[in-house]
């Protein structure tokens, strides 16, 4: 069996009593970060041998793993913190032990996303989990691009350093949202920060620890099918009632385009 096992987040009382269980069970530990996991294990009196294993590990310590599980022994994987395979290392291993016919199996716990997500109060029927947005500015630009028309409370991770400058991106491309900032979840200094993001990035001085952004979804008039060309997807949108400067800014979210081409594209079809 391979079990996927949360570990706090912050708060060492996030551990389970059925995750200090297995760890205590299993014949082998696959850990992110064997220094930090034993920190826990010492903490929990947990004494299972550990192997590292991170996204920077060769192919053949997920295979040495792999045998190790087909000749019959149990190995519990963890992450530095949450759980495994979210934005962590993990779902490669759970990949390879499915196509292998090994079981798999969660052992739930602390995670900061949906930790973050309940206690927004922001919309929790429908979410999209974003992760850590690409390093690279375009790559980054095309991701929130994409995300920007979904009708959808979204949810992202970043670096602390990083914080400022995605916050401007974001309502660059999202328009001036909700949003709430969860910082050092279970961890002594807990605390939520609400409002729009220009509110947020205007009270935001000191930016220290841990962050998860949750970001209200599209509140725009209608999603429209992409089949549609550039032209009904603007009249759409005057007819709905934008101005021509929005009714351009949503058809260029929708096409991924910028406005000037939407634009463009609106001044060779005559109907500027
Ligand atoms: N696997 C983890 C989980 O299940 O939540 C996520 C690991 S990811 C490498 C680390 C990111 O998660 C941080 O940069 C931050 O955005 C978020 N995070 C982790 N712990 C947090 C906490 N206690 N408070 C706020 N955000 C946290």
Do not use: W
């Not at 995750?19 to 903490?43: F, Q, S, W």
């Not at 309502?171 to 509110?199: C, M, P, W, Y």
């Amino acid at each position: 069996m391979l079990y996927l096992c949360a570990t706090p987040i912050g708060n060492l009382e996030d551990m389970t009593f059925r995750a200090i269980r297995i760890l205590r069970e299993v014949d082998l530990i696959a850990a992110e970060d064997t220094r930090r996991t034993r920190k826990l294990l010492t903490h929990f009196d947990i004494h299972t041998p550990l192997i590292r294993f991170d996204e920077n590990c060769s192919a053949t310590v997920a295979e040495k793993i792999l045998e190790r599980l087909q000749s019959g022994e149990s190995v519990a994987v963890v992450s530095d913190a949450g759980l495994p395979a979210i934005s962590d290392p993990g779902a490669d291993l759970v990949r390879l032990a499915i196509d292998a016919g090994i079981q798999v199996c969660p052992i739930p716990g602390a995670n900061a996303a949906l930790s973050a997500l309940i206690c927004s109060g922001l919309d929790t029927t429908k979410f999209l989990f974003a992760g850590f947005a690409p390093k690279s500015k375009k790559n980054r630009h095309d991701f929130l691009q994409k995300l920007s028309t979904l009708d959808a409370t979204i949810i992202f991770y970043e670096a602390p350093h990083r914080l400022k400058d995605f916050l401007a991106e974001l309502i660059e491309i999202f328009g001036d949202r909700q949003t709430v900032l969860a910082r050092e979840l279970t961890k002594v200094h807990e605390e939520f920060l609400r409002g729009n993001l220009s509110e947020l990035i205007q009270n935001l001085d000191e930016v220290r620890g841990e962050f998860v952004i949750v970001v209200e979804g599209s509140t725009s008039p209608e999603i429209i099918a992409p089949t549609e060309n550039i032209s009904e997807v603007v009249e759409k949108f005057l007819a709905q009632g934008l101005d021509k400067k929005s009714a351009m800014r949503e058809a260029a979210k929708i096409f991924n385009v910028s406005r000037r081409e939407i634009y463009n594209t609106l001044l060779k079809e005559d109907i500027q």
